[in-house]
């Protein structure tokens, strides 16, 4: 006989919130590292750096809006 099918646990909500914000302080990191190595490039100052983390920011933002509405 087959058994009934079990509904799939979801992981623990801290877990995966965890999970998020340490994608979104890596993805900043790589973001302000390439700003700093593009400024040096071409002495621009700031400039590719705050652009950098604006982008990845709203990037970040976007993402988790997304997430955090399929995951309720």
């Known amino acids: 006989m087959k058994s009934p099918k079990q509904p799939k646990k979801r992981p623990k909500t801290w877990a995966v919130l965890t999970g998020v914000s340490f ?3 890596g993805s900043l990191y790589l973001a302000s590292f390439a700003g700093k190595a593009l400024d040096a490039r071409w002495e621009t100052g ?3 750096t ?3 983390l604006m982008l990845m920011l ?3 933002i976007y993402a988790l809006i997304k997430f955090l509405n399929r995951y309720n």
Request: aromatic residues 8%; without cysteine.
């Open 23 to 25: 994608q979104m302080g």
């Open 46 to 48: 700031k400039t590719f």
């Open 50 to 52: 705050l652009i950098l």
């Open 58 to 60: 709203t990037a970040n």
